[in-house]
């Protein structure tokens, strides 16, 4: 007898992990982009986006808070030139 087929996984691989971390970057970006809208600010708005973007197609918890962090870093750092 043969054992049941494994059910398919979705296109990432989705632990624990990478569930908390999307939720967690997900959620700041979010904030991020209503930030900028509301106060008419275009890094805040653009990082937000990114942010929300990055929490969705990055699979690895690990790049996806290294490249979450670098956007904040981004966006503080292009705030304060103009």
Do not use: C, N
């Not at 059910?7 to 990478?18: D, E, K, M």
């Not at 970057?25 to 990055?54: C, D, E, N, R």
């Amino acid at each position: 007898m043969e054992p049941p087929a494994e059910t398919p996984l979705l296109p990432f691989h989705i632990t624990s992990g990478t569930l908390f971390a999307s939720l967690l970057w997900g959620s700041v970006g979010a904030g991020m982009f209503i930030y900028g809208k509301k106060q008419h600010s275009t890094p805040a708005l653009i990082g937000g986006i990114a942010m929300i973007i990055v929490s969705y197609f990055v699979p690895d918890p690990l790049w996806m808070s290294v490249s979450s962090v670098a956007l904040i870093a981004g966006v503080y750092f292009w705030s304060r030139q103009g």
